[in-house]
């Protein structure tokens, strides 16, 4: 089994002695975030979360995106949550990136460590603690579920990325593939987070225009990816975030595999509204 490599983030906060340069963009298409812009100063405390801290790094904005909002989350020794969410509208993943928690809902308890993943339906309740001796990150990515009449409302998920098989892009040689935790023909689902591989050298070779919506978080390597115009470089612990129709396309660039979370709106209507 090959080893899954997830980047974390470190926090802290920069010397006096650095550069004010650095890569940080907000455009009207698309934002990047980079890693060394996540530091303490910018973290959040949540409601009845103890022992947390969190990195903000996406939420609904009025002509921009306006579906999801993407946390990274850092749960200290013993910390955690017995209310988490509080909008019994939004449904939510969890993927875990460092350490371990223990998620609880209708009655059983789950152990998430690096790369297991967890989709938690609207109204569910459940709580999070860390039981260990060391911090947990994970990424808790939040959206109101959009029902529709005659489909059932979907069940919660556990899976892990090591043992979830990858959707090979056609033509790709196995060198751009998809592991989707959930099936894409399931139309109870309205957002998929799934993490996206490019092997050294691969390619997607067209400008991806397209209505939905995404946040990247690149997880592991390098690579130039192309936003709307530019061709920004990114690494792991790089977040992107793009409105919809963005146009975007990318080159890994190696020494290494291009590993990325990705989220995305899925499987509705376009909501009509009278402006």
Known sequence: MRTHSYFSIPGGHPPQTDLLTGRAVFTQAYAVIPRGVMQDIVTSNLPFWDRTRAWIIARPMSGFSETFSH??????????????????????????????????????????????YAYLPAGLPWTLRNTSEAPARFHWIRKIYEAVPGLDKPEPIIARDQDTERAVMPGTDGRWATTRF????????????????????????????????H?????????????????????????????????????????????????????????????
């Open 182 to 213: 959930v099936d894409p023909a399931d139309m109870r689902h309205d957002m998929h987070v799934n993490i996206v591989t490019l092997e050294p050298g691969a390619v997607i070779p067209f400008a991806e225009t397209h209505v939905m919506e």
């Open 71 to 116: 946390y990274v989350m850092e749960v200290g020794a013993g910390g955690g949550s017995d209310t988490p969410e509080p909008d019994a509208r939004a449904q939510g993943v969890l993927f875990v990136v460092d350490g371990q928690v223990e998620v609880t809902y209708q009655g059983a308890t789950h152990r998430l460590a690096a790369g297991h």
């Open 215 to 275: 946040g990247l978080y690149v997880l592991e390597g390098k690579a130039v990816y192309r936003l709307n115009q530019d061709w920004v470089e990114v690494e792991a612990g790089d977040y992107m975030w793009l409105r919809a129709f963005c146009p975007q396309a990318c080159y890994a660039g190696g020494p290494t595999r291009f590993r990325y979370l990705l989220y995305k709106d899925v499987n509705r209507h376009a909501t009509l509204r009278s402006f």
